[in-house]
């Protein structure tokens, strides 16, 4: 009883962190579900069918591939456009910097149903509502990815130690090669960790993403309009398989740091 | 955007990057004809790095509000086919408002209680990753986001099925009496509430780690040694040092909290819409897009001045 009231914080926070991995659980318990009706949410049986026909569920997987495509692309699009103005940001001088910061800002901090409805009010004026889809969703997403990025290499580069880089110029290393093989390298990290979170932003947006598609399908599209007929059990195959990916990602990351920390000292 | 967890708090409580350590004064690179003792550089590279970028956000953010704008003073007797007119056609703000109240006052109630409950909640969760956790502080800080990697729509629908009707949580409910025997939490305000709790519940919890985790433990002793019992040292030192975090948690939690509509549409009732979902049906469903459009700007003008006065009165101006 007296260690329950020493340590009572710590395992009021330790039940906070388990509340939010229930439905977690619930997503990976119901991919190995078979249910017996369509629209129920109950677990009913254990199977693997909805690993081993993940396509199965029509039209899931030309969803699933459209939002990994945008995806895709509106990171490589934000990543490079948001490392060049992180860079300009922290490295170079010029007029209108908190103008620009304000501007970097905004989106972020604006909610998404107003960031997709001005968004959709500009393509509706400039007369293409009738264009919308993959074009569009492209367009949005880049636009609230961008701020993200920006923020992300900049804390990187702010909280950097020029030191190594004024040693390599003590060296005679050109500004290029200063840059490719002392900067770039210690920078690489935070845009990695920038172009993974444009990924998982993009690939899981609804909201705006909703206002400025037509009638093009994302996989969180797929997964609203399915709530309505309902949910094809692979649905959470993907959610398990996402969340199996991203969580590796993350546990390799660590890993590599801290033998590259070890390796240094 | 919905998993925005991972950075937006950096973003916010960032401090200006001219100050990280490298820039400082003094440092001469020698190499840089240019520096100007900040150790940024000037000249026409810098504009040349940042246009790109700074083009697709005005092109696609800046004109689009511009553009939104516009057409929330368009003449609503325009249709989809006929095109609009622009008439300055102010009253819209007002058919808008009046129409759409109820929608409009329910969202900021939803999002104020779910502010505030994930306020208790990622306190303490905060508090504990910064002071309790020792060498697995790391480990905990990455199971925080680590839900945010399904998705959200997912994990939404998860919620369904544990506030079900014959699921365990009403049954306990019920075998506890807290919910009479034909209560149920689906299709309730508590369950729309509980979901917008659920989803932005790390919005909360990452800024106020990272107020927290900077605050010297030393200050917390020095309170104790001074014979403040926990209670006190807790409200005299660590409360008011972690207000940054509490500002900037709460501002993150509650403004896509008030613009969601996800979690109403699965969780709630279809008769007690949230401004999002009637945002959304008047542009897509009904093409009245001047109503629309001015029910965004509502929704923007509200929450920047929230966000003005809200920083005015905790006395941090650290957001931006």
New interface residues.
């Given amino acids: 009883m007296r260690w329950v009231r020493e340590h009572l914080v710590l395992l009021l926070g330790i039940v906070v962190l388990v509340y939010t991995f229930v439905p977690i659980f619930i997503v990976v318990l119901m991919s190995f579900n078979d249910p017996a009706s369509r629209n129920v949410y109950r677990f009913d049986g254990f199977t693997l069918d909805n690993w081993t026909g993940f396509c199965d569920a029509e039209g899931m997987c030309a969803a699933l591939g459209r939002s990994l495509a945008i995806g895709g692309l509106s990171t490589l699009v934000a990543t490079v456009l948001g490392t060049l103005m992180a860079f300009a940001l922290v490295r170079h001088d010029f007029r209108g910097r908190s103008a620009t910061n304000l501007l970097i800002f905004l989106p972020m901090a604006a909610p998404e149903i107003v960031l997709g409805s001005s968004l959709l009010a500009l393509f509706v004026a400039s007369g293409f509502a009738g264009q919308l889809g993959f074009w569009t969703i492209l367009i949005a997403h880049i636009m609230f990815c961008l701020s993200f990025v920006v923020v992300t290499v900049r804390a990187r580069l702010a909280g950097m130690d020029d030191t190594l880089e004024q040693a390599a110029m003590d060296l005679y290393a050109t500004p290029a090669q200063t840059f490719w093989r002392v900067t770039f390298p210690l920078v690489f990290p935070g845009i990695l960790g920038a172009a993974l979170l444009a990924f998982s932003l993009s690939f899981d947006d609804f909201i705006i993403t909703n206002l400025n598609a037509g009638t093009t399908t994302t996989f969180p599209m797929y997964v609203w309009g399915a709530n309505q007929r309902g949910v094809p059990m692979q649905v959470n195959a993907v959610g398990t398989l996402m969340f199996v990916i991203s969580v590796s990602i993350v546990v390799l990351g660590e890993l590599g740091n801290r033998r590259r920390r070890n390796a240094l000292t | 955007?919905?998993?925005?967890a991972?950075?937006?708090p950096?973003?916010v409580t960032?401090?200006d990057?001219?100050?990280?350590?490298?820039?400082g004064p003094g440092?001469d690179?020698?190499?840089d004809p240019g520096s100007?003792g900040?150790?940024?550089?000037?000249?026409r590279?810098?504009?040349l790095?940042?246009l790109?970028?700074?083009l697709?956000?005005?092109v696609?953010?800046?004109?689009?509000?511009y553009?939104?704008l516009?057409?929330s003073l368009y003449d609503p007797a325009g249709s989809?086919f006929r095109g609009y007119d622009m008439t300055y056609h102010w009253a819209n703000y007002w058919d808008a408002i009046s129409e759409f109240k109820v929608p409009l006052l329910r969202s900021l109630g939803y999002g104020a209680i779910a502010t505030l409950i994930c306020l208790v909640?990622?306190y303490?969760?905060a508090?504990?990753?910064a002071?309790?956790?020792g060498r697995w502080k790391?480990l905990?800080l990455?199971?925080?986001?680590?839900?945010?990697?399904?998705?959200?729509?997912?994990?939404?629908?998860?919620?369904?099925?544990?506030l079900?009707d014959?699921g365990f949580v009403v049954s306990t409910l019920q075998f506890l009496q807290l919910l009479g025997d034909d209560g149920r939490l689906l299709a309730t305000p508590v369950a729309v509430v509980a979901g917008l709790t659920?989803n932005f519940?790390?919005f909360m919890v990452l800024p106020l780690f990272a107020s927290l985790d900077k605050i010297d433990p030393r200050l917390i002793e020095a309170s104790s040694d001074l014979y403040a019992n926990p209670v006190v040292g807790f409200f005299k030192v660590t409360w008011p040092l972690s207000l940054p975090g509490v500002v900037s948690g709460t501002?993150l939690t509650f403004?896509?909290a008030?613009?969601?509509?996800?979690n109403q549409v699965?969780l709630g009732s279809p008769n007690q819409r949230m401004?999002?979902s009637v945002?959304?049906s008047q542009?897509?469903d009904a093409n009245n897009?001047p109503s629309?459009?001015a029910l965004?700007m509502v929704?923007?003008v509200l929450?920047v001045v929230m966000?003005l006065v809200y920083v005015r009165r905790a006395g941090t101006e650290e957001?931006?």
């Fill in positions: 955007m919905s998993s925005t991972g950075v937006a950096v973003a960032d401090p990057p001219g100050s990280g350590p490298g820039s440092v690179t020698g190499a100007d900040s150790g940024r550089r000037r000249g590279v810098g504009y790095l940042l790109p970028g700074l697709w956000l005005i696609f953010f800046v004109i689009p509000f553009s939104l516009a057409t989809d909640l990622g303490v969760l508090y504990t990753i002071f309790k956790a790391n905990m990455v199971l925080v986001i680590a839900p945010f990697f399904t998705s959200f729509l997912l994990r939404t629908l998860s919620w369904k099925l544990i079900a014959d659920y519940l790390p501002l403004i896509p008030v613009g969601d509509y996800i699965l401004i999002g945002i959304q542009f897509v897009y629309a459009a965004s929704l923007m929450i966000v957001l931006l």
